[in-house]
C-alpha cells in the first residue's frame, strides 16, 4: 500500500503521465487526419456513447489510453493535494497551488460528466421561431441584432431567446460571440449569425 500511496505522491509519476499523454495525443494527431471519416462524428456525441457505438478499437486505441492517463493523473492530483492539506501549514502561498489543482480537479470532473452523460444539438432558428431541444425544453428565437465591420463582416451580435418547458415560458436569455446562455443545465451558444434570412 505504501509503494501506491509514494508512487501517486511522487512528482517523477506527475510528469510520467503527462509524457504518455503527449506521446498520445501525437499518435492521435495522425490518426485523426488518416481516418477523416470515421472521426467526423466525434464532435456531435458524447465520448463515451460514440466510442461505444464506433466499433472499432484498432482505431480509438489512444483515446482509450488518454481516458486512462487522464484517470491516473487525477488520482495523482488528488493524492498530491491530499498530502498537502494534511500538513495544516497553511499561507496563501500553500494554498493557492492546492485550490488550482482542486480547480483542474472540477474541469476534469465537468469534462468526464459531459462526455459520459452530456448532449449536443446543433439548431437552425430564425426570428419569431421555436424549436425543441429536447424532451418537453423548445427554445424560441425572439430577437438578433448585429453590428458589422467596414468588410461587412459581423464583429458582435446579440440573440434574444426564451425557454419553454411544458409549453409555458420559463427563462429568458442572451447570447453573443463567446457569451453563451445558461437554462436547467442546458448551455445554449451562438455559432453564426445571417442577417440576410
Known amino acids: 500500500m505504501k509503494a501506491i500511496v509514494d508512487f501517486f ?6 510528469f510520467g503521465i503527462f ?63 491530499v498530502q498537502a492539506l494534511l500538513r495544516k501549514r497553511y499561507s496563501i502561498y500553500t494554498l493557492a ?19 459520459s452523460t452530456g448532449f449536443k444539438s446543433d439548431i437552425a432558428l430564425m426570428k419569431g421561431q421555436k424549436q425543441q431541444v429536447r424532451d418537453g425544453l423548445e427554445v424560441y428565437l425572439e430577437d438578433v441584432r448585429a453590428s458589422a465591420d467596414e468588410g461587412g ?3 458582435d451580435w ?23 446562455a445558461y437554462h436547467g443545465g442546458l448551455v445554449v451558444y451562438s455559432k453564426s449569425v445571417d442577417m440576410e434570412n
Open 97 to 115: 497551488p492546492q485550490i488550482m489543482h482542486i480547480g483542474v480537479l472540477m474541469i476534469m470532473l465537468g469534462h468526464l460528466l459531459t462526455a
Open 19 to 81: 509524457l504518455v499523454i503527449t506521446i498520445l495525443m501525437f499518435i492521435g494527431s495522425l490518426s485523426l487526419p488518416a481516418n477523416l471519416a470515421f472521426f467526423s462524428g466525434i464532435d456531435d456525441a458524447r465520448l463515451f456513447g460514440w466510442l461505444s457505438a464506433s466499433g472499432q478499437p484498432g482505431i480509438t486505441w489512444w483515446i482509450y489510453g488518454v481516458i486512462l492517463m487522464l484517470a491516473a493523473l487525477a488520482i495523482n492530483t488528488i493524492f498530491c493535494t
Open 158 to 180: 446579440e440573440v434574444r431567446l426564451h425557454f419553454y418547458e411544458g409549453g409555458n415560458k420559463k427563462a429568458e436569455g442572451v447570447i453573443g460571440p463567446l457569451r453563451p
Open 153 to 155: 463582416y459581423y464583429n
Open 9 to 14: 505522491l511522487s512528482l517523477k509519476t506527475g
